[in-house]
């Protein structure tokens, strides 16, 4: 329950967050192991593992090898699903304006909710379709992975059988455990905002500075926001 309480607060609040130094939280402590309802779950961000295949045909796991510890976007889709509900073309907007921090400081995970049909050939297909760039992901997850993870970001324990909505992303900083989520069709612009508001800080070199206000014995607005 706690941990669910987490996840749900994540959810309101990491928008209005900082960026944070991943690095430096992870020092803070080992990643945790719990077990929700029969699903081993891991990580800070408690999400449980599952075995996926990719559009470029790489048999991953995919919190082991495509989620821990990075800056992701997770979305549900489907290419019969993307002409009425283009999440697909929308994202990949969002993608464009991330441009080189791609795959270095932000990944973009997509999971079908038609595995049935949508192959690893058609995914990637689809994903050249969309001009999808490194750092972007089409998996499908066979045998009831999907709803292993639709139950954890959508459905927080309860009915596993029903399918995940796609009218969300959830985005997130997994090496300190910081989600949030925001409606697949909202402007890119305020996609990245988000976005870019879990991804990991610079450290800060050199001298300290300061901002805010001018001092009185200086000349120019009011606030100027000096840096000495």
């Known amino acids: 329950m706690n941990e669910r ?15 944070v130094n991943a690095a430096q939280a992870m020092t803070t402590g080992q990643e945790n192991e719990h077990v929700h309802s029969g699903v081993q779950l891991y990580g800070r961000s408690q999400l449980p593992e599952t075995a996926v295949e990719t559009h470029d045909g790489r048999n991953l796991q995919l919190y082991g090898d495509l989620i821990r510890n990075k800056v992701v976007m997770i979305n549900f889709m489907s290419i019969a699903n993307e002409e009425s509900f283009p999440i697909t073309a929308s994202l990949a907007k969002v ?32 994903a050249e379709k969309f001009g999808a760039p490194k750092g972007w992901t089409f998996v499908r997850a066979p045998n009831g992975g999907n709803a292993a993870y639709a139950s954890r970001l959508y459905k927080h324990g309860r009915d ?24 697949a069709l909202i402007g890119p612009d305020d996609a990245l905002w988000r976005v870019k508001s879990v991804m990991n800080g610079k450290p800060v070199t050199g001298e300290l500075v300061q901002a805010g206000p001018r001092r009185l014995d200086e000349d120019g607005p009011s606030f100027n926001n000096r840096a000495i």
């Open 160 to 183: 596993p059988s029903r399918p995940a909505s796609v009218d969300l992303v959830h985005y997130g900083n997994d090496a300190v455990g910081l989600w949030a989520s925001f409606p």
């Open 95 to 126: 993608a464009k304006l991330l441009g080189d921090r791609m795959e270095e400081e932000v990944r973009i995970i997509s999971i079908t909710g038609d595995p049935e049909n949508d192959t690893v050939e058609r995914l990637a297909a689809f």
């Open 5 to 19: 309480r987490k996840f749900l607060a994540g959810l309101s609040l990491a928008g209005l967050l900082p960026a």
